[in-house]
């Protein structure tokens, strides 16, 4: 309002010159010309000028760790269904090292079975998954990322391991190719976790 004044006279100086141009006496232009700033004042009051268009950047997107985290409980869950096949029919793992199916009960916990990884590799994947998922912090979130893409790798190598395995009377040799058909969902752990970790990583340079 204050910053209106000034304009406002310099309107009623010009409307009431237009007035006197126009024949009218000197009250009847002052006159005039006060009533016609005043509507305009109450025009601009009611109705301001557009402020300029402000262009507001794009928001980036958030880094989204539910992909990730929904392979991990994916790999979780075929890998267990594996690890109880390979127990049940006493297949041992035959990568690095001949197993022995009378000691696949304490074996598998270091170096799983014919289909599936060992235990301590369940468990560390395990472990990503409660710490995504009770993660409060990015920082956290991107370790148990860190931790699935590790595990991820080591289940790539040992399938392809097992694959390549000489064959052994203990484990039915469909098997042991049948364990490269793991690659595929370690694989994507290990894509969904890197694509997470940039995502994150390009979030955060943006701060």
């Avoid at 009431?16 to 232009?29: C, E, F, K, V, Y």
């Avoid at 289909?115 to 472990?127: H, I, K, R, T």
């Avoid at 190719?177 to 340079?205: E, K, N």
Wanted: charged residues 10%; aromatic residues 4%; proline residues 7%.
């Amino acid at each position: 309002m204050r910053g209106s004044r000034p304009e406002s006279g310099r309107t009623l100086a010009r409307l009431t010159r237009q007035s006197l141009r126009a024949g009218m006496n000197t009250d009847q232009a002052v006159v005039l010309g006060a009533g016609m700033a005043g509507l305009l004042a109450a025009r601009e009051e009611i109705m301001p000028p557009p402020a300029a268009h402000a262009v507001t950047p794009a928001t980036p997107a958030s880094a989204n760790v539910r992909p990730h985290l929904l392979t991990c409980l994916i790999w979780l869950a075929a890998v267990s269904a594996c690890t109880v096949i390979g127990l049940a029919e006493r297949w041992p793992a035959q990568f690095g090292g001949v197993g022995d199916p009378s000691k696949i009960a304490t074996q598998w916990m270091t170096r799983g079975t014919a289909m599936s990884p060992p235990l301590f590799l369940l468990a560390a994947m395990a472990a990503a998954v409660v710490v995504m998922l009770a993660g409060s912090q990015a920082r956290a979130r991107a370790l148990g990322a860190c931790l699935a893409i590790v595990v991820g790798v080591a289940a790539v190598v040992g399938s392809l391991g097992e694959m390549l395995a000489p064959a052994t009377p203990a484990v039915p040799r469909v098997v042991q190719y049948g364990a490269v058909l793991g690659v595929p969902g370690s694989l994507a752990v290990v894509v969904t976790g890197a694509v997470y970790l940039r995502a994150l990583a390009a979030r955060t340079a943006r701060r």
